[in-house]
């Protein structure tokens, strides 16, 4: 069983990573070329900060489950360090436990906001600005993810060459 | 309802609870308590992020990594090497030099511990030992966030909303930035002195500095071009900031022909998690401020100090107090996105400064990333050199001083901070 | 019970005031059973994500630009077609009256509850390179205009390049010389300070913009029918107080702009109809987009007024 989540999840992680390269691309190209177009050619692209702002956001949400593993995401560890290690093992695995139940609300929720404002198009490009919300849908679906794996399997159960990032 | 948030915040965070989180969580505790449609999550998570201007982030940090892996480090010490080679602890004098060089073209303390500890520290320890060396390594990285660009300012700039500009934070911290490196450089004079640390390092000669000149030339058009181009009007911060992208690509490739193809996908992925680490704040914070608002606890605090002095400098020396606290204990992003909101306005009714509130904000911050027991340019440079906490906090202590000094002084002589922006108009 | 009014406006701006009014008339009417809490300037948020809280019943009420409700309901943009109406009083009236109605039925299908209009005004042209004296001097101007396709298509007619840019760094990019020009209303150039980076001013009076006061239809409609008349009653006057004051500080605005240094180049009759010409392909197409039933009504109500 956990083989198969860790597999899953380690080829979830991969397609993160390929669709955040995308998005950051996307996002230094766009930026770049609207500042060439205008001293260039002084035209502007309509849609640049639309589709700049949505490659942003995309990123953000998509690598912020990224980071969870690697303990990127910066906390407070003065006092847990100071607890026996069985304690401080079990209110880490508590904390992580609310995180993941964070994300699950999230998660439904932002579904529930995307079908609800569905109809919202954008300005410049014609699209449903709830494509907005499907990244908060997709990053806090593959946040809790990550959050449940490491409530039920812990990392210090396992070495330091566990195969997830 | 608000003092509950607060303290479940405190709470969780204590227990090591990463602090993105702890804010949602705590924000989803206040929701649930005050009978909130829990609807209002993702519009607040969301929007929060969604800003042009933010994007400036990620793009200065892919800027700075692609400069770093281009081979500037390198060009930068032969070129401060030219000049203070044969100064009293010389070696030290060009780390801190470096260090400067590396601030303006990089947003980040982090990333300017890191990128001088792995290549200054090997050569430093042997002149100086490691612990001075690694002192000296610290204070220079915190040279990143205060020389522009700085990615603290923009997100000071953001948290502040429309009356503070990124270029005029960035003009800001100009001045006292150069100052502070003469202090270091004295500071570090002095102490070499009082050691008596040998005197190494290449003779100053005229024809070696033209030389370095030339070839450091690329480096500095960067810092030309890119803030430069902000503050005279060619561009947006964020533009400017995929300006810098593009240079340093170029640069790298063309230039120093030190950067590969291959090392485009890990310094994109590597900028991109950075920058999701503060937006996970930004995003999660705005969920509590949305509670605070709600609550109307801003006018309640405003109300508050405003009865606890009408002094605007009695109300500056009580904010560098308590961010002198919270910068021992708080990561500094969460510091700015949890605090500016806050007390931004209330300096405003104080009639104080706002570039200069945001610099001595900013400022204080960028010291406590240096002061225990939580300090990520401590963290960085311990993991990468290897020296322990307690003797890198014993090397340290005076330039920390030294930091809170000019603190002080650019308190109360705010010409320092303010005389460039307005100049340039800001 | 508390009411939370969210908006985008500064507090100084009419409808801001006019939202104080509400809470003053609704607290007497109901012998403070309704509370009213007031958050304006994006405290909660900008005007997009205002239109979200409301929807989503996250605040009870909001006032915004009517541009903003688009994006929800397209049809609202029967009032956005360039260079539609003669003068605020025939713009009232259509609001006002049938094709209002029709409006609030399209509103009621996204589960708002539209409460009635407020003044933002005519917009206006600002630039910093030269002072508008014919329809060329608009050429090549790069102006900042809200992301809109009905507006971006209209500077597009008239020459301009448009640039689609956030409003949280429009003054800086106005300051630095990024953009040549904008477009708002005097009051918004006013309370936004572009008067200190903006040389000349006209009043092109492009587009007439409404405010929209909108309340959640659920919560609306679960209360008491006396507290439910008390709310329109209520937001009557002060949509009544902000039409008045907004009419005075429209003009105070000009005089305010041109006593702070702008250089005001009213637009001439060849001018207008020049504008008017140019851009009658962009009316063309947004009717085709939304249909011409609700065009006929607009149609039917301007030609009476101005008969
Ligand atoms: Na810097
Ligand atoms: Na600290």
């Known amino acids: 069983m956990e083989r198969v989540f860790t597999l899953v999840l380690s080829r979830v992680d991969a397609v993160a990573r390929v669709v955040l390269l995308g998005c950051m691309t996307v996002m230094i190209v766009v930026v770049a070329t609207q500042v060439l177009m205008r001293y260039a050619f002084n035209a502007s692209i309509d849609w640049a900060d639309e589709v700049s702002r949505l490659a942003f956001v995309w990123s953000i949400f998509i690598a912020i489950p990224l980071g969870i593993r690697e303990g990127a995401h910066v906390g407070i560890e003065l006092l847990i360090n100071k607890l026996p290690r069985k304690l401080a093992r079990q209110v880490t695995r508590t904390m992580l436990a609310l995180a993941f139940l964070l994300m699950c609300v999230v998660t439904y929720e932002a579904v529930v906001v995307a079908y609800e404002t569905w109809s919202e198009r954008l300005g410049a490009i014609n699209i449903s600005s709830s494509y907005f919300f499907v990244a908060v849908i997709v990053g806090s679906a593959h946040a809790a993810l990550h959050l449940l794996h490491l409530v039920l399997h812990p990392l210090d159960e396992h070495g330091p060459e566990y195969p997830i990032d | 309802m608000s003092l509950i948030v607060i303290f479940l915040f405190l709470g969780l965070a204590a227990l090591g609870m990463p602090l993105a989180f702890s804010l949602g969580v705590s924000a989803l505790g206040g929701l649930v308590l005050s009978g909130f449609d829990l609807a209002v999550l993702p519009p607040r998570i969301m929007n929060s992020v969604n800003s042009f201007p933010l994007m400036s982030i990620p793009l200065f940090m892919?800027?700075?990594?692609?400069?770093?892996?281009?081979?500037?480090?390198?060009?930068?010490?032969?070129?401060?090497?030219?000049?203070?080679?044969?100064?009293?602890?010389?070696?030290?004098?060009?780390?801190?030099?470096?260090?400067?060089?590396?601030?303006?073209?990089?947003?980040?303390?982090?990333?300017?511990?890191?990128?001088?500890?792995?290549?200054?520290?090997?050569?430093?320890?042997?002149?100086?030992?490691?612990?001075?060396?690694?002192?000296?390594?610290?204070?220079?990285?915190?040279?990143?966030?205060?020389?522009?660009?700085?990615?603290?300012?923009?997100?000071?700039?953001?948290?502040?909303?429309?009356?503070?500009?990124?270029?005029?934070?960035?003009?800001?911290?100009?001045?006292?930035?150069?100052?502070?490196?003469?202090?270091?450089?004295?500071?570090?004079?002095?102490?070499?002195?009082?050691?008596?640390?040998?005197?190494?390092?290449?003779?100053?000669?005229?024809?070696?500095?033209?030389?370095?000149?030339?070839?450091?030339?690329?480096?500095?058009?960067?810092?030309?071009?890119?803030?430069?181009?902000?503050?005279?009007?060619?561009?947006?911060?964020?533009?400017?900031?995929?300006?810098?992208?593009?240079?340093?690509?170029?640069?790298?490739?063309?230039?120093?022909?030190?950067l590969r193809l291959a090392d485009l996908p890990g310094v994109l992925l590597q900028a991109a998690k950075t920058s999701a680490i503060v937006g996970a704040m930004i995003a999660y914070a705005s969920t509590v401020t949305f509670l605070f608002t709600i609550d109307l606890l801003?006018?309640?605090?405003?109300?508050?100090?405003?009865?606890?002095?009408?002094?605007?400098?009695m109300f500056l020396i009580l904010v560098a107090l308590m961010l002198i606290v919270v910068g021992m204990f708080l990561e500094s992003n969460a510091a700015y996105i949890m605090l500016v909101p806050l007390f931004h306005p209330i300096a405003i009714t104080y009639g104080i400064d706002p570039l200069h509130f945001g610099f001595l904000f900013v400022f204080n911050l960028v010291i406590g990333m240096l002061t225990p027991p939580v300090g990520v340019v401590l963290f960085v440079v311990c993991g990468i050199t290897g020296v322990k906490m307690g003797e890198l906090v014993r090397e340290s202590w005076p330039f920390i001083v030294a930091m809170y000094v000019l603190l002080i002084i650019c308190m109360f002589v705010p010409g320092i901070v303010t005389w460039l922006p307005h100049r340039l108009g800001y | 019970e508390t009411i939370r009014i969210a908006g985008n406006f500064a507090g100084e701006h009419s409808s801001s005031q006019a939202m104080l009014v509400f809470k003053e008339e609704i607290e007497k009417l109901t012998d403070g059973e309704l509370e009213v809490n007031i958050f304006p300037a994006q405290q909660l948020g900008g005007a997009a994500e205002n239109v979200q809280a409301v929807k989503l019943g996250a605040v009870e009420l909001i006032w915004v630009g009517t541009a903003y409700l688009t994006r929800t309901i397209p049809e609202l943009e029967v009032l956005g077609v360039p260079f539609q109406f003669p003068d605020r009083e025939t713009a009232f009236k259509v609001v006002d009256g049938p094709l209002g109605a029709k409006l609030d039925e399209h509103l009621a299908e996204e589960s708002l509850a539209s409460l009635g209009y407020m003044e933002l005004g005519f917009r206006q042209l600002t630039n910093n390179v030269r002072p508008i004296e014919s329809i060329d001097d608009i050429a090549g101007l790069k102006i900042r205009l809200q992301p809109n396709e009905t507006h971006l298509a209209t500077f597009r007619a008239l020459g301009a390049n448009p640039v689609a840019m956030d409003v949280k760094e429009l003054y800086s990019a106005l300051e630095q010389g990024v953009i040549d020009g904008q477009e708002n209303p005097f009051s918004i150039i006013v309370v936004s300070r572009y008067s200190e980076i903006q040389k000349h001013l006209s009043d092109t009076r492009h587009f007439f913009d409404f405010i929209s006061v909108v309340a959640n239809k659920d919560w609306l409609d679960e209360l008491s029918p006396e507290h439910r008349d008390a709310v329109q009653e209520a937001m009557n006057k002060a949509i009544a107080f902000q039409r008045e004051l907004a009419i005075e500080q429209e003009s105070e605005a000009l005089d305010k702009l041109i006593e702070e240094g702008m250089t005001f180049t009213p637009v001439s009759d060849e001018l207008a109809a020049d504008l008017r010409s140019k851009t009658a392909d962009v009316a063309t197409s947004v009717r085709e987009r939304i249909g011409d039933e609700l065009f006929t009504l607009v149609d039917s109500e301007i030609a009476a007024s101005t008969e």
Not at chain 2, 130 to 155: E, H, Y
Request: hydrophobic content about 55%; aromatic content about 8%.
């Open chain 2, 62 to 258: 892919v800027t700075g990594e692609l400069m770093l892996k281009g081979g500037i480090m390198e060009r930068l010490v032969d070129f401060a090497n030219a000049f203070v080679g044969r100064v009293r602890g010389g070696l030290a004098q060009v780390a801190l030099l470096s260090g400067a060089g590396l601030a303006s073209v990089s947003g980040a303390a982090v990333a300017d511990a890191s990128a001088l500890s792995a290549t200054l520290v090997p050569s430093l320890k042997k002149q100086y030992g490691l612990g001075f060396s690694t002192g000296i390594v610290a204070a220079a990285a915190n040279l990143g966030p205060i020389i522009p660009p700085s990615g603290a300012m923009i997100v000071y700039a953001f948290m502040a909303g429309s009356s503070v500009s990124v270029g005029g934070m960035f003009m800001a911290g100009v001045i006292p930035g150069l100052i502070l490196v003469l202090v270091l450089m004295s500071l570090c004079w002095l102490i070499s002195y009082v050691r008596d640390y040998p005197l190494v390092g290449e003779k100053v000669s005229l024809s070696n500095i033209l030389h370095q000149l030339r070839r450091s030339f690329v480096v500095f058009m960067m810092p030309i071009v890119v803030i430069g181009g902000i503050v005279g009007g060619a561009f947006t911060p964020t533009e400017g900031a995929a300006v810098g992208v593009v240079y340093a690509l170029l640069l790298g490739f063309f230039v120093t022909r030190r």
């Open chain 2, 298 to 313: 801003p006018m309640q605090l405003a109300g508050f100090v405003n009865q606890l002095t009408e002094s605007p400098t």
